[in-house]
């Protein structure tokens, strides 16, 4: 192998740190997605709750499940996209 395989090795690493960075991006988004739409769900059930007398205290519990649902998102979706 000649010099010339050799300078353009950088430039392919440069490509797939690209593919890899979109790939992680769209595993994101879409944990973002179904962690947005389950708490969406989560706040409108409390809600109706607390209307009712019940989960006097479950506003505080919201933020915790919303990250809880992100990182159960994030586990479902790296395994969908596994390469």
Known sequence: MGPIPISFHPFRQCGYGLVTDTHKKLINHEAKSVAFVCSLLLTLAVGILRIFGFLARAALLVPVLMIAL??????????RYQE
């Open 70 to 79: 992100w990182s159960i998102g994030l586990i479902l979706f790296s395994w």
